[in-house]
């Protein structure tokens, strides 16, 4: 009788005890209100922590195609298009910069490699596309300030970028400063993103 009477009290305070959590998040939730309520996304964007690693940030104007970034990558998923630049400039014209976000898993490990600092995660997190196409985006063919991080990267942007053929900026010969000389070259100065 008395076995019986302690299995009782213990199958009695077993399920007290998972109702009490049950109910606690119950009240938790009604207290506080949906997720998707209490952010509205995206009128009021979620917060996110200062290292979140989001969609890139990439300035074309520093880029030395190196291909370091896309040997970096342990899924292959930057392509760089590059041609030798035309004399008297140096070094390689980026033609094109496309990551696969069907296939990046945002790790950052093409980040540090970069000699001159000009790939990061960006804080970025939304680029909902209808097609897979949407989501391999040319940074070379993006207007700088978005490619930049400082305007959205948004599927309007990543698809107007797809009808530009040619890199939204080109590598120009570096003018020879204190010989009162300079290099003739195709472009005006950049200005270079901040
Ligand atoms: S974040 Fe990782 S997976 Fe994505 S492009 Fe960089 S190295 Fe590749
Ligand atoms: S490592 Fe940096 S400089 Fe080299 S190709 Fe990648 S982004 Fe450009």
């Known amino acids: 009788m008395r076995d019986w009477l302690r299995n009782v009290y213990l199958a009695a305070a077993t399920i007290s005890a998972g ?57 292959d998923c930057i392509y760089i298009d590059k041609e030798k630049a035309p004399p008297p ?43 897979r196409d949407g989501c391999v985006v040319d940074y070379a063919k993006l207007p700088l300030t978005v490619a930049w991080g400082q305007a959205t990267l948004n599927p309007t942007a990543v698809q107007e970028s797809k009808r530009i053929s040619l890199p939204v900026w080109t590598k120009t010969a570096e003018p020879l400063v204190g010989r009162g000389q300079k290099t003739e070259g195709s472009n005006p100065p950049p200005t270079k993103p901040t």
């Open 19 to 75: 109702l009490y959590v049950t109910l606690w998040y119950f009240v938790q939730s009604f207290r506080r209100g949906t997720f998707t309520g209490h952010f509205a996304y995206p009128e009021r964007a979620v917060p996110i922590r200062p290292r979140y690693r989001g969609f890139h940030r990439f300035d074309l104007t520093t880029c030395i195609g190196c291909d370091k970034c896309a040997r970096a990558c342990p899924v």
């Open 89 to 131: 400039a140096k070094g390689f014209v980026v033609t094109g910069f496309k990551i696969d976000y069907t296939k990046c898993m945002f790790c950052a490990l093409c980040v540090d490699p970069c000699p001159v600092d000009c790939i990061f995660m960006g804080s970025n997190h939304d680029i909902s596309t209808y097609t």
